[in-house]
Nanobody
């Protein structure tokens, strides 16, 4: 099994910055990709950013958010700058990983989420 734990959420004023972290642990053989999704109140969960060998972003966060990855630590980060009230959401980490028991199949694992609130 693979465990995914997010951290770094909180309350920030508009224009401020936050850095989210997500660490994967357990019976990991390899990680194909790591990413972030978010769910605002009353809305469906949506894509924010994903990183494999390269990174891609939702249009709404391009130029403001940066995703990065530390392969040695099985950790992914999301640096969020110039935050806006519409960025308020629970942010979820997604890890596409292969386990030592079944290395031929990549499976999606999710964390429980961390709340980001952007408000003055």
């Amino acid at each position: 099994q693979v465990q995914v734990v997010e951290s770094g959420g909180g309350l920030v004023q508009p224009g401020g910055s936050l850095r989210l972290s997500c660490a994967a642990s357990g019976s990991i053989f390899s990680i194909d990709a790591m990413g972030w999704y978010r769910q605002a109140p009353g809305k469906q969960r949506g894509f924010v950013a994903r990183i494999t060998s390269g990174a891609n972003y939702a249009d709404s966060v391009k130029g403001r958010f940066t995703i990065s990855r530390d392969n040695a630590k099985n950790t992914v980060y999301l640096q969020m700058n110039n935050l806006k009230p519409e960025d308020t959401a629970v942010y979820y980490c997604n890890v596409e990983a292969r386990t030592t028991s079944v290395p031929s199949i990549a499976t999606n694992y999710w964390g429980k989420g961390t709340l980001v609130t952007v408000s003055s």
